[in-house]
């Protein structure tokens, strides 16, 4: 299975702990421009987001753009950890041919190190970017990373987080 993890795109400034930061028009096109580099790389995936409001909007245009379907999940909060996290993920691991998450830092880059190396040091990870790894479960060192994706646009200050 492929799975593309991201952090949401940018976002106003605010507190990295508030869940009702919005998208900036940026972090709109961030967002749309990453939904259209990955029409073609991930067909029929599933679309698992944290329901903060700048994670959930930029799985929404994201979801619109790949037709897919949008799940939200409380695991997946910037608050979150990658073991549980990772559990979270277990259902949608049965049959799905690819899943996207879209989450915070620091979450995202602790995900991406957890189930690549095994570790949760984490890495850094600007808005709308991510990694995209290959891997049958969702497990500890079990992932092989196919590539990081950068979705920044021109005028992205990589605020927001």
Same mark, same amino acid.
């Given at each position: ?8 795109? *940018?976002?106003?400034? +605010? +507190?990295?702990?508030d869940?009702? @930061?919005?998208?900036?028009? $940026?972090? =709109?096109?961030?967002?749309? &421009?990453?939904? !259209? @580099?990955?029409?073609?790389? /991930?067909?029929g995936?599933?679309?698992v987001? !944290?329901? #903060?409001? @700048? &994670? *959930?909007?930029t799985a =929404?245009i ?7 379907? /949008? $799940?939200l999940?409380? !695991? /997946? ?8 996290? &990772?559990? %979270?993920? =277990?259902?949608?691991?049965?049959? *799905?041919? !690819?899943?996207?998450? $879209?989450?915070? *830092? ?7 190190? #957890?189930?690549?190396d ?11 970017? +991510?990694?995209?790894? =290959?891997?049958? #479960? ?7 990373l ?5 979705? %920044?646009?021109? +005028? ?6």
């Amino acid at each position: 299975m492929k799975l593309l993890l991201l952090r949401h795109a *940018q976002a106003v400034a +605010g +507190g990295d702990l508030d869940p009702d @930061r919005v998208l900036t028009p $940026v972090g =709109e096109r961030q967002a749309a &421009a990453m939904a !259209s @580099r990955v029409v073609n790389m /991930l067909p029929g995936a599933c679309i698992v987001t !944290s329901p #903060w409001r @700048r &994670a *959930q909007q930029t799985a =929404e245009i994201m979801a619109q753009g790949l037709g897919a379907r /949008l $799940v939200l999940n409380d !695991s /997946l909060t910037a608050k979150g950890n990658a073991p549980v996290a &990772a559990t %979270a993920l =277990e259902p949608y691991f049965s049959d *799905q041919g !690819s899943l996207i998450v $879209v989450t915070h *830092q620091p979450l995202c880059g602790q995900l991406i190190s #957890w189930l690549t190396d095994g570790n949760l040091y984490g890495q850094v990870v600007s808005p709308c970017s +991510g990694a995209l790894l =290959e891997l049958d #479960w969702p497990a500890r060192g079990m992932a092989r990373l196919l590539n990081g994706c950068d979705g %920044a646009v021109q +005028g992205d200050d990589h605020a927001g987080r």
